[in-house]
């Protein structure tokens, strides 16, 4: 009778166990493994151990990459959380019903592919697109801009295409603000700058950290984004790690560029348990924002 | 006249609904775009030049095309499905069950939610390439449910903890063995967490650009990667074709086949 | 009846001593039970033993292990040490879901996708009763809660109190050999509460099974039982009759839980005979008062008095002086008893309980008014002191 009763339970912890250990767990084991091995272009990575992927790093042409794609990542991270709080509170403020149907709009779009939602953009910045038709017709410039190829329109396709992960978790703690902690604020005589400045922030400010967290680190690998708008002049630490892989098959300095981006991913959720705890213990705030 | 404070409000809310038309305009502007082009007479998507069905035969004869599209769609729903059905469980399991290693099941369900795309595909590749698993379907199978779970496992897991615990005792408490439990109380229950959870599983798949790209091999295309390897020489405008057809049968896939199910039941 | 479950005993191997120790009316049986959550132990060696038939309750503050005792029986926690037979037979081992007992939760958990009937029948379904016999027991069940009508309803539909109904139903429906009920009633208003504790008392009478209530509202707890168990601490402090806890209580923790209860301190100073002692109370007053057991001269004791066994006389009037002087300081009207707190002289404060005298309407105290406070001998209880 127990096994019988035991079965289905043992079954699904197995599944769990094995799914998570062999697509989760051992591939970033390898990927660690793989960064202190050699590079080698038949066999992609071989023995001996050494730490020549790591010094590599510290290569001057490497650093200002990462210190490019960091500086466009924040960038786009700042622009997508000035859009996406205010666009999640007015939400919030909607009656269910309509805040359903807009973030259901929201969406749609992604169902037709980013990359080919991106390639729409480029063929809206370019020097015959409808940016420089509107802007020419308006008369604001009197020949084409240079948009396409630019920062700017790298970071308007990163900000275009993350905008929605920043929203969602936004939306989620902007749902748990308690309405009558505003009417007490209000009763005690706060105004609506005081209200937003010492209410609705502090306490949605684990849905602003997760949001920025979700947007920043993918942000600095979305090598597409910067191969269809940026040219070949801004590259993000994404289309470095892909040429590593796929075209100069060095597989343990991608990996250790790869392993690079893990390490500043914990360091960033370090701090955001750290902030959040800091936030629980002033604030006295439940959060299962992230858990 | 009476003094009130409705002009005020309405400005404000009128200001409130520019912004959200704002981003909406944002957010749709390219998608517009896609679908204006595939009338487009012009092969260059710059001017409009009268509104032609052209593309869309084009596309009929496209198999190249036609398949990666068709991969797509095999892709995303089977994925969506797998990973809805995989993720429940191990929510499950989580919530329900005091095993040995649950604490790192659940980090590690938070890293897969956590790491960068690129990171993940990276994983995915050498692990692929490490198992002997050749390129293709099943190795894009397989990462799109991964990078899906991690939503599912969330989605289903904040709904099981909004359940007054005892329901699932009071079942067990009329006879209900652990099979029964999850059929009879559980998986009822959890139907809007589950209907969410696929449809973002579905939407997440057919966006995916980065992971995809590093885990398919040439017999196994799919859209976004046709689609990547025509920029450099120029795009065909079948693919706006494609990309409106593709928002089109996930729009019918999401708003009929629900309406279709609930009439059933 | 008794047959059956000794039968059953020996099937499962239980040894012929044991069976015989287990009397024929047990129906559950905890012996030696410790449950621990991470380090904290909230029971260590308890045993409890219920009669079959009994309307049996469970009462102690939050806190105390009651609902984890039910959870144990239930089968909703492993034991950490200790057994339990349920009709003679050991279900130490047994799952939740093969026991033969049935649980009415306090949050009622009804399954909400369910309608009423479907809740009810859920149970006759696991157990794989006939379609046609669980069609007649859930009619049956469900009018012999009044909630015929509502069958088809959601639970969603229903009120506090008929959700409450359900859960009951959904319960007995099954014939378990106990009904386990976890604070049932608490979450409904007083007046409803009231309503429901009748109904459940003569639910019980009517069919028959052993009930376990556990509650925290001691007016609930001896308005309804057959027996009471009080807890602390995940410890028995007493298990009685209501009459045997609220008129002999054990110690000091059951006569203070269990109502307003005043507490003398006293020595016995010499034996007066058939369980007579004369007593210094709070060193100064010397009364002569009637015990249940044997004291040495020299023990210390407690002697308790409930409020309203105590005698409020006025000094003003012309009666005779008896009993310890003290001040009204606080006089409440509460429509059937006037309730007021006095002073005695060595500072020790008395609450008292009067009913009012319809031949002397102008019944009252005045604050600070001086009386006498007495009461009639032998309606003390006393118990040996505690530290």
């Known amino acids: 009778m127990k096994p019988r009763f035991e079965l289905f339970r043992s079954t699904i912890i197995l599944i769990t166990l094995f799914w998570l250990g062999l697509f989760v767990l051992a591939p970033h084991v390898m990927v660690l493994i793989t960064s202190v091995l050699s590079p080698d272009p038949n066999n992609l990575a071989v023995w001996p151990l050494n730490l020549n992927s790591y010094v590599n790093l510290w290569d001057s042409l490497y650093l200002n990459v990462f210190l490019d794609s960091l500086y466009l990542s924040l960038l786009a991270t700042g622009i997508c959380l000035l859009l996406g709080y205010p666009f999640a509170f007015i939400l919030s403020r909607f009656s269910p019903l309509l805040r359903s149907i807009l973030l259901f709009m929201m969406v749609v779009p992604f169902w037709t592919n980013s990359l080919i939602r991106t390639y729409a953009i480029k063929l809206l910045m370019g020097k015959k697109g409808l940016f420089n038709d509107v802007l020419l017709g308006v008369g604001i410039i009197d020949e084409p801009l240079q948009i396409l190829y630019t920062e700017f329109a790298v970071i308007f396709g990163l900000v275009y295409i993350l905008f929605p992960f920043m929203v969602l978790p936004l939306i989620s703690s902007f749902d748990k603000l308690d309405r009558s902690l505003l009417e007490a604020a209000r009763d005690l005589g706060a105004n609506g700058w005081h209200r937003f400045w010492r209410i609705i922030v502090p306490l949605t400010s684990p849905g602003i950290i997760a949001g920025c967290l979700i947007v920043f680190l993918p942000a600095m690998g979305m090598f597409y984004v910067a191969d269809l708008l940026g040219g070949a002049k801004n590259i993000l630490l994404g289309n470095l790690i892909k040429n590593q892989f796929l075209v100069v098959r060095d597989w343990p300095f991608g990996s250790a560029l790869s392993v690079s981006l893990i390490v500043l991913m914990a360091l960033l959720l370090w701090f955001y348990f750290k902030a959040n705890q800091y936030i629980q213990r002033k604030g006295g705030l439940d959060d299962d924002t992230l858990k | ?265 | 009846m008794c047959n059956v479950t000794e039968s059953k005993a020996f099937e499962t191997g239980v040894t012929e001593t044991e069976t015989t120790v287990t009397q024929p009316d047990t129906v559950i049986q905890l012996s030696g039970v410790t449950k621990r959550y991470q380090a904290q132990e909230i029971l260590s060696g308890f045993n409890l033993a219920v009669h079959d038939g009994e309307f049996f309750t469970i009462l102690g503050p939050s806190g105390c292990g009651k609902t984890t005792v039910l959870r144990l029986i239930a089968g909703f926690e492993p034991f950490d040490e200790g057994s339990l037979m349920v009709a003679g037979q050991d279900v130490t081992l047994v799952p939740a879901e093969r026991r033969p007992v049935n649980t009415v939760f306090q949050s009622y958990a009804l399954f909400p996708h369910l309608s009423v009937f479907d809740n009810v029948a859920f149970g006759l379904k696991m157990a794989k009763v006939p379609k046609s016999e669980i069609q007649s027991r859930v009619d049956e069940a469900l009018a012999m809660v009044q909630l015929q009508e509502f069958a088809a309803r959601k639970p969603e539909q229903l009120s506090g109190g008929q959700k409450q109904r359900v859960a009951i139903a959904r319960a007995v429906v099954n014939r378990p050999r106990v009904l386990l009920l976890d604070e049932s009633l608490s979450a409904l208003d007083y007046k409803l509460r009231l309503q429901m504790q009748i109904e459940l008392k003569q639910l019980q009478r009517k069919l028959g099974i052993t009930f376990i209530y556990v509650t925290h509202d001691q007016e609930e707890a001896l308005s309804m039982s057959d027996r009471v168990l009080v807890m602390q601490d995940g410890r028995a402090q007493q298990v009685g009759t209501p009459r045997q806890i609220y008129e002999s209580p054990a110690n000091l923790f059951v006569a203070r839980f269990i109502g307003e209860i005043n507490v003398f301190d006293g020595v016995v100073q010499r034996e007066l005979g058939d369980f007579q002692y004369q007593v210094l109370l709070s060193g100064r007053y010397t009364r002569e008062v009637r015990t249940d057991r044997k004291y040495q001269e020299g023990d210390a004791v407690h002697v308790m008095l409930r409020p309203e066994d105590l005698r409020i006389t006025s000094l003003h009037g012309e009666q005779k002086r008896v009993g310890f002087s003290g001040q009204v300081l606080e006089r409440n009207y509460t429509g059937q008893t006037l309730d007021s707190l006095i002073q005695l002289d060595d500072g020790q404060q008395l609450k008292a309980s009067e009913f009012f005298d319809e031949d002397d309407p102008d019944f009252d105290y005045r604050i600070n008014e001086a009386v006498w406070v007495d009461w009639v001998h032998g309606w003390e209880h006393v118990i040996p002191k505690q530290p």
Not at chain 2, 117 to 126: E, G, Q, R, S, Y
Not at chain 2, 148 to 171: H, M, R, W
Not at chain 2, 193 to 214: G, Q, R, Y
């Open chain 2, 1 to 265: 006249m009476i003094p009130s404070n409705k002009p005020v409000l309405s400005l404000g809310s009128g200001l409130r609904w520019l912004f959200i038309a704002g981003v909406m305009a944002f957010l749709y502007l390219p998608i517009v775009v896609l679908v204006v082009n595939s009338f487009n007479e012009s092969k260059y998507g710059h001017k409009w030049q009268g509104f032609s069905f052209k593309w869309y035969e084009k596309l009929w004869h496209n198999d190249a095309l036609l398949e990666a599209f068709f991969n797509s769609l095999t892709v995303a729903t089977l994925s969506a499905t797998c990973a809805t059905i995989l993720g429940t469980l191990m929510a499950l399991a989580v919530y329900r069950y005091r095993f040995r290693f649950r604490q790192s099941a659940s980090a590690l369900i938070f890293v897969v939610l956590m790491s960068p795309d690129i990171v993940l595909a990276i994983t995915f590749l050498i692990v692929f390439m490490a198992l002997g698993i050749q390129l293709g379907f099943w190795s894009l199978l397989i990462a799109h449910i991964t990078f899906c779970l991690p939503f599912v496992v969330i989605t289903v897991y904040s709904q099981l903890k909004g359940f007054d615990g005892n329901l699932l005792e009071a079942a067990q408490d009329l006879g209900a063995k652990e099979s029964q439990v999850f059929r009879l109380v559980i998986l009822p229950l959890l139907r809007p967490a589950i209907a969410a959870s696929w449809l973002l599983s579905f939407t997440l798949s057919l966006d995916d650009v980065i992971i995809s790209s590093f885990v398919t091999g040439p017999g196994f295309e799919i859209l976004p990667i046709r689609v990547f390897s025509m920029v450099k020489v120029g795009v065909s405008p079948e693919v706006n074709v494609l990309a409106t057809l593709l928002m089109l049968i996930s729009l019918v896939v999401v708003i009929i086949v629900p309406l279709l199910l609930r009439r059933k039941t």
